[in-house]
């Protein structure tokens, strides 16, 4: 590069407009305009005794003049990057060149109101062009070692050009050409020339460029993150995880962790606001259904961004999945069969492969009281069983009705002994039933009364299969005929598959989860310690609840075709289940201690789940405080403040009484919000979820629809009303294929504490999520060495199994 192409846009005399900036008691920055563009200068200015100075004298026109001709002749044909010499810039050239323009800046730093003119009898000042000049007079370039990480997974590179600029807190850097391709998995390494030291680094930009002839191809490629080494041999690093597309423009901040209030360049907040902007027009809100929570907007117009879409590998497993599970469990050829089960071992000789232990478990126990009842606990929906602490007036149980089940004690004495629990399905009473081959399907509103034996086995003592007392609505009891015990059983166990299904795992993870994401996507910026703590925990959900809307509640969907529960059905339901939805109840110590279960034996759910709300709520707190050193930085922090709202309005929490905040104004309410979130989206969703085809696989134990309504007599029951009453052959497998699919986890699944993005990059939330993932394997070990102990091992919740999202 030739010195004239660079000085001389430095000329004094082109000089049109000055803007002077103070930085610290001694530099400053000053911005010259020059009709065609903006150049930048750091200067330090240094008080000299009046004795050894001399003043400034202000350069006249006709001397202005002369020194440009002097200038322009002297650079002509000199590098810009040698010294004095044959080759080299005149040093008398640049000494009349810099006592010019110091003169036109110290005129200006004079009529700065922000600095204080010493007293003539104190000293005059000079000023030193820190980046201009040295005291050779030596023009020197600064490097900046830059890292160009790109993404790892399919398609992540491009043959398109990179261009990187880096702008500091003193200066801008000129764009500069990535002189490789970005391929998939490469780091890129390449040193970037500035004219001068940028400060502390704030910004990196990236854009692409189409190359010649792809000018019309959409090559997007992924950047991971830009690591760069400064002159001064300080790392400073840029988080990005975004797919980049042709003359796109992204500017990303360097990754320490900043709350809006703690920002002190303009620029920064200015760029906070776009990139919000810019999320705001991506992520866009969509009502679902009145009462229930929205959702993100996707449409042939509005596609799911790339950023939050499966990975390729998981794409492609997912898609082979839904549409080989049938081919797989060897049950294609029954998908569209609508007889009935003529016999339950015909269903187990049909079905022999991918049988889990669980499974084969679930198969020869179903019919057992002990297992029914121990599913309450540990089973795929531990969300229903609470203590009863008095007999529902609707449940009209009688002393003689139980005796022969409390071994010798009274129900009163049971109840205030705490060994008495309660199951009420009454969010099913009156929701419209589906209609399936044709034929008109049922579901009960059932309650179940269970007891704690003195060998600490919950066994079932009572069902009433519907919410309201009557002649024709028996109470039925383990003392009544075997099928007519059995087929009550089944009907609490269907209540229970729609409970879990689209109570405690649709809502209560998924949209919620979904709502979380949203907000966060749409009010937090990635420079936002929050938005660092929180992302990866929403890694595939927006597409995954997508998907759910797409094949299984959608008009066409598996759900809405093949459960007793479909269509209008489904949303009335969940509109049941969204207005008894609370804050306490999503979070676990507080769920577990309403419901009076602190003590009872055996549950390894509640066991299991307190220790991992803990360590998490350890972990979120010592992160947190790092960044909110009190009450008052919450309180101020207004993207905090909009992100829950956006969560409050947009959850629909607005409609009932849930106790979700819709302000914070400590630190604790923020921690104990954060630790729910993240429990959630990791550890609940996993106990609802990848037990599915364990505990719904063996469909009698789960039936996804019944045939006949509750039962109104006793004594009438056979195995072949049993047979009648369950699912036809076609809507059991389909149903089956469902809870398979959605069962299998995909081989890129990321494990809670696993945080394979990296957005934290100062040392104490690094050291905090070592510490974490330490906490997690101690955890991992006591429940293996428990597991290792029983009959039927609860494995769900050992962290080695806990994905870190709501992926599936």
């Known amino acids: 590069m030739k010195a004239k192409d660079h000085l001389a846009n430095y000329i004094p005399r082109l000089v049109w407009h000055h803007k002077l900036q103070r930085l610290n008691t001694r530099h400053y920055h000053c911005q010259c305009f020059n009709g065609r563009r903006t150049e930048h200068f750091i200067f330090l200015l240094r008080e ?76 005059f000042l000079t000023a030193d062009f820190l980046h201009l000049i040295g005291s050779t007079y030596r023009i020197t370039m600064v490097n900046y070692k830059v890292q160009l990480h790109v993404g790892d997974m399919l398609h992540a590179g491009t043959l398109n050009i990179v261009h990187i600029k880096l702008s500091g807190r003193l200066a801008e850097g000129e764009s500069t050409e990535i002189k ?31 190359y010649l002839w792809l000018n019309f191809i959409n090559d997007d490629w992924f950047c991971s993150k830009v690591v760069v080494t400064t002159p001064e041999g300080i790392e400073r690093s840029f988080p990005c995880y975004n797919w980049l597309s042709v003359n796109d423009r992204h500017v990303y901040r360097e990754g320490t962790g900043k709350l809006i209030f703690n920002e002190t360049c303009p620029r920064a907040i200015l760029e906070r606001n776009e990139e919000l902007k810019i999320r705001r027009q991506m992520y866009q809100w969509s009502i679902h259904a009145k009462g229930l929570p929205n959702m993100i907007k996707v449409d042939k117009d509005s596609p799911l961004p790339d950023e939050v879409r499966f990975s390729f590998t998981k794409d492609i497993q997912f898609k082979f999945t839904a549409l080989s599970a049938l081919t797989t469990m060897n049950l294609h050829k029954l998908a569209s069969n609508p007889k009935k ?68 004690k009274t129900l009163n004495d049971e109840i205030q002994n705490g060994n008495i629990f309660l199951v009420d399905y009454k969010r099913l009473h009156g929701v419209k039933e589906n209609v399936i081959n044709e034929k008109q399907h ?33 109470i ?93 059905g489904i949303t009335e339901f969940l509109t049941k289940a969204m207005a008894s939805l609370t804050y306490s109840s999503l ?29 998490i709520h350890r972990f979120v707190q010592s992160v947190i405080v790092h960044y909110y050193t009190g009450d008052s930085d919450v309180k101020n922090d207004s993207e905090l403040q909009k992100w829950i709202k956006g969560i409050f309005f947009h959850g629909s929490f607005s409609e009932v009484s849930s106790g979700i905040p819709q302000s914070f104004s400590t630190v604790t309410e923020l921690v104990k919000f954060l630790t729910m979130i993240i429990f959630i989206v990791s550890v609940q969703h996993t106990a609802v979820n990848d037990g599915q085809f364990d505990f719904h696989g063996w469909m009698p134990n789960s039936p996804i629809a019944l045939q006949l309504p509750p039962p109104t007599t006793k004594g009438q029951c056979t195995e072949k009303t049993m047979l009648d009453t369950l699912p036809d052959i076609n809507t059991t497998v389909n149903g089956m294929a469902a809870v398979y699919l959605l069962s299998k986890p995909s081989t890129d699944i990321v494990l809670l504490g696993d945080y394979l993005e990296e957005h934290f990059f100062e040392e104490l939330p690094k050291q905090k999520i070592k510490d974490f993932k330490e906490e997690l394997k101690v955890i991992s070990a006591e429940i293996k060495c428990r597991n290792a102990t029983l009959k039927l091992p609860y494995t769900y919740l050992d962290p080695e199994n806990i994905e870190t999202s709501v992926a599936l």
């Open 48 to 123: 000299t005794p009046h004795t050894a100075a001399r003043p400034l004298e202000t350069p006249s026109h006709s001397r202005l003049t002369l020194q440009e001709h002097q200038v322009r002749q002297g650079l002509n044909t000199v590098n810009i990057r040698k010294g004095a010499g044959p080759d080299g810039v005149l040093g008398k050239v640049l000494c009349a060149y810099t006592n010019q323009l110091v003169g036109i800046l110290t005129r200006t730093l004079l009529a700065n109101k922000t600095y204080k003119k010493p007293e003539p009898s104190q000293a």
């Open 180 to 210: 490789k391709w970005p391929t998939r998995g490469s780091i890129i390494e390449q040193q970037v020339e500035c004219p001068t030291s940028l400060g502390m680094l704030e910004f990196v930009e990236l854009i692409t460029k189409p």
């Open 341 to 408: 089960w003529r016999d339950l071992s015909v269903l187990s000789r049909i079905f022999t492969c991918h049988k889990s232990k669980v499974y084969e478990y679930v198969e020869n126990n179903w019919m057992k009281d002990e297992f029914f009842g121990y599913q309450f606990l540990n089973g795929l929906n531990p969300m229903m069983i609470h203590r009863c602490t008095k007999l529902p007036e609707n449940l009209p149980v009688t002393e003689d009705m139980v005796k022969p089940s409390l071994f010798g």
């Open 442 to 474: 049922y579901l009960a509103a059932p309650l179940c009364l269970l007891y704690l034996t003195p060998e600490q086995k919950l066994m079932p003592i009572a069902i009433q299969l519907k919410q309201e007392p009557a002649d024709d609505n028996p």
């Open 476 to 568: 039925f009891l383990p003392t009544d005929s075997e099928y007519d015990w059995l087929l009550a059983k089944i009907f609490v166990r269907s209540a229970d598959f729609v409970e879990h299904e689209l109570n405690f795992h649709l809502l209560r993870t998924h949209l919620m989860g979904e709502v979380f994401a949203v907000s966060t996507l749409r009010n937090l910026p990635m420079v936002h310690p929050i938005y660092k703590l929180l992302i990866s925990h929403f890694r595939y959900t927006l597409q995954i609840n997508t998907l759910a809307r797409e094949k299984l509640i959608s008009e066409d969907g598996l759900i809405t075709k093949y459960t007793t529960i479909g269509g209008p």
């Open 587 to 615: 979070c676990m110590p507080e769920d577990i201690t309403a419901r009076g279960l602190e003590s009872i034996p055996n549950f390894y759910y509640r066991d299991d789940g307190l220790k991992l709300w803990d360590k």
